[in-house]
């Protein structure tokens, strides 16, 4: 079994920035791709940015020049680094990994944590 433990999370006026990031703990053989993914109220659960072991990153076009993504591989955490956030940011962040054990491959989601931009 694998944990995905997220923390950063909180209030935040227009125009500033938090850091999010992700431990993995458990049974872990190796991490493939970590993401992050968002859901406001009423809304459904997007992708945000992900990351390969290689280093390789992607991001969906509204963060682009203002969310960065990182891992440590080491330490088998995802970052999201958040800046010039804006009220439409605000949602429930989810970390996901692909994770190989020494039996399969699963997916993983954290729990969530929440980024409220707000005035």
């Known amino acids: 079994q694998v944990q995905l433990m997220e923390s950063g999370g909180g209030l935040v006026q227009p125009g500033g920035s938090l850091r999010l990031s992700c431990a993995a703990s458990g049974s872990i053989f190796s991490i493939n791709v970590m993401a992050w993914y968002r859901q406001a109220p009423g809304k459904q659960r997007d992708l945000v940015a992900s990351?390969?072991?290689?280093?390789?990153?992607n991001y969906v076009d509204s963060v682009k020049g203002r969310f960065t993504i990182s891992r440590d591989n080491a330490q088998n955490t995802v970052y999201l680094q958040m800046n010039s956030l804006k009220p439409e940011d605000t949602a429930v962040y989810y970390c996901?990994?692909?994770?190989?054990?020494?039996?399969?491959?699963?997916?993983?989601w954290g729990q969530g944590t929440q980024v409220t931009v707000s005035s």
């Open positions: 996901w990994a692909v994770v190989t054990n020494t039996r399969n491959t699963v997916r993983y």
């Open positions: 990351i390969t072991s290689g280093g390789r990153t």
